[in-house]
């Protein structure tokens, strides 16, 4: 009994599962033509590239009546790709660094449908990694930084990289670093001209190598300018036009202006969440604009995927527009003009009231006023003469009041 977690870390035995299996399915389907004889995998161009070669089957020569031509399967990662040929080799620069698969089967297509099995052959992923995240950023013409994390410190990590057509690889020649480490590698030249890079798929190769323990480590890399485009955000301008607001940008000036389309978002005072326009092919976009409101907008460009795969971040926000204070809209008029006049006729109310207490003072119902004949002497004395303290004036006028 093997325990799941055995096996899973012995990529060995799951390729040669898989080998079965495309075994099995294959002599159950036809199995007909006999396989392409001493399939092997040879490294060239200094390691970045592999040459594929094979013999033809046995007891098979075009003379008779099949026109044998070969079917290679390139499995790097979770992509699959499918390639025929007639001849006897197959020359690649894959991405190495999850590994690669081959497999390749005879078939004939004159006569009968017959094929062979498949045989293969691959390059497993490296056991030990010096690095992880490696990821590059084509960000101008002539210009691009790979970056990656470290995993176990690796004193001596030298980067190379290399290009089709170039003689040798070359050093890093000036890589960046992060707080001390080595975290990146800044790469110019020509190769990296984008009108160079525009119509084709060129690569660029990595060999990030190291010593750790005892053993010297190679991790080998391949990232494609076109797919890894992040030129700097795009400068946005606003003008005012009649009822709309007029945006203005400059394509990235990186590959070609076609590649590109833009996208930009805006919020207004009132509304913080951003709202998307419209997709743009062009430089310039408008907005409605209502001149109530301050605008905030943002625009950036992306990489369309015919081209390659890529985007700027979003431009700096460009405000438009001062914040008016609120208009009397119509519903804010229906809530307070009735508000005003309630108040109003309080206010009116109480005026009144005091007013009629002033020119129509009221006038001491008969019944409620108790005269007080008996303690008339008391209060009003012979002799009256009020106590000498502030308040005797009052006390004066507010009795006779009270009566
Ligand atoms: C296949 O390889 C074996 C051993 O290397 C060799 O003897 C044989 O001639 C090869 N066959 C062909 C068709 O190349
Ligand atoms: C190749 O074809 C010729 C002519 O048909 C035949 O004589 C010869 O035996 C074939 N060779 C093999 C290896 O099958
Ligand atoms: C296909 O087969 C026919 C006869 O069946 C033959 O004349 C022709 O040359 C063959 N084509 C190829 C490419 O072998
Ligand atoms: C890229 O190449 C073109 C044509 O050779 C050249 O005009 C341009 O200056 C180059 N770009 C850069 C950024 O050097
Ligand atoms: C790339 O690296 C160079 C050199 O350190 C640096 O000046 C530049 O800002 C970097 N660009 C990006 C987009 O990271
Ligand atoms: C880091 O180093 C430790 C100890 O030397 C080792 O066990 C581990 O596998 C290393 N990790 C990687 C990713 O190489
Ligand atoms: C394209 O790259 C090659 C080197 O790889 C260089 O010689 C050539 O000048 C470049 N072309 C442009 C237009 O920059
Ligand atoms: C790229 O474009 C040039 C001319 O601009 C052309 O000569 C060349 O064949 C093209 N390369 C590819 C791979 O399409
Ligand atoms: C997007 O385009 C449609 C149709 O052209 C238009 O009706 C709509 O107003 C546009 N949206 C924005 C936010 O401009
Ligand atoms: C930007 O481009 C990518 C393809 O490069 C695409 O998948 C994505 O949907 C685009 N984004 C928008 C908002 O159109």
Not at 353 to 358: A, I, P
Request: aromatic share 12%; glycine share 4%.
């Amino acid at each position: 009994m093997m325990g799941r977690e055995t096996f899973s870390m012995h990529r060995e035995w799951l390729l040669i599962l898989n080998f079965w299996i495309a075994f099995a399915s294959e002599t159950s389907k036809t199995g007909m033509l006999p396989p392409p004889r001493n399939l092997s995998l040879e490294r060239r161009n200094h390691n970045f590239c592999l040459r594929l070669s094979w013999s033809s089957p046995e007891g098979l020569n075009n003379s008779n009546k099949c026109a044998v031509h070969y079917e290679v399967v390139e499995k790097v990662g979770q992509n699959e790709e499918t390639q025929t040929t007639e001849r006897l080799f197959f020359e690649r620069c894959p991405s190495l660094e999850s590994g690669v698969m081959y497999s390749v089967k005879a078939k004939c297509n004159n006569g009968s449908h017959m094929e062979s099995k498949s045989v293969t052959q691959g390059i497993l992923a490296p056991k030990e990694e010096l690095i992880r995240n490696f990821d590059c950023i084509y960000y101008a013409s002539e210009a691009m930084n790979c970056t990656w994390k470290t995993m176990n410190e690796t004193e001596d990590l030298q980067l190379s990289y290399w290009y089709e057509d170039q003689p040798a690889p070359e050093p890093c020649k000036l890589y960046l670093f992060e707080q001390g480490v080595k975290m990146g590698c800044h790469l110019s030249g020509k190769f990296l001209n984008h009108s160079n890079l525009s119509n084709l798929s060129s690569a660029v190769h990595f060999d990030l190598s190291g010593t750790q323990g005892t053993s010297t480590l190679n991790n080998y890399f391949q990232r494609m300018p076109r797919d890894n485009v992040r030129p700097p955000p795009p400068q946005l301008d606003i003008f005012h036009e009649y009822n709309s607001l007029n945006l203005k940008w400059k394509d990235p000036g990186l590959l070609n202006a076609d590649c590109w389309d833009y996208l930009y978002r805006f919020k207004t005072n009132e509304f913080q969440d951003w709202k998307m326009g419209n997709v743009s092919k062009t430089t310039n976009d408008k907005l409605v604009y209502d001149v109530q409101y301050q605008y905030v907008v943002q625009v950036k460009a992306n990489f369309t995927n015919r081209c390659g795969c890529g985007a700027t971040d979003w431009s700096l926000e460009k405000r438009y527009g001062q914040p008016k204070p609120p208009n009397w809209s119509p519903h804010v008029v229906v809530i307070t003009i009735p508000v005003l006049f309630t108040i109003a006729a309080i206010i009116c109310l109480i005026f009144i009231k005091k007013l009629r207490k002033l020119i129509l003072p009221e006038i001491p119902n008969p019944r409620i006023i108790k005269i007080p004949w008996k303690s008339e002497k008391t209060m009003f004395p012979d002799h009256f003469i009020p106590p000498e303290d502030d308040y005797s004036k009052v006390k004066i006028l507010k009795e006779p009041l009270q009566l």
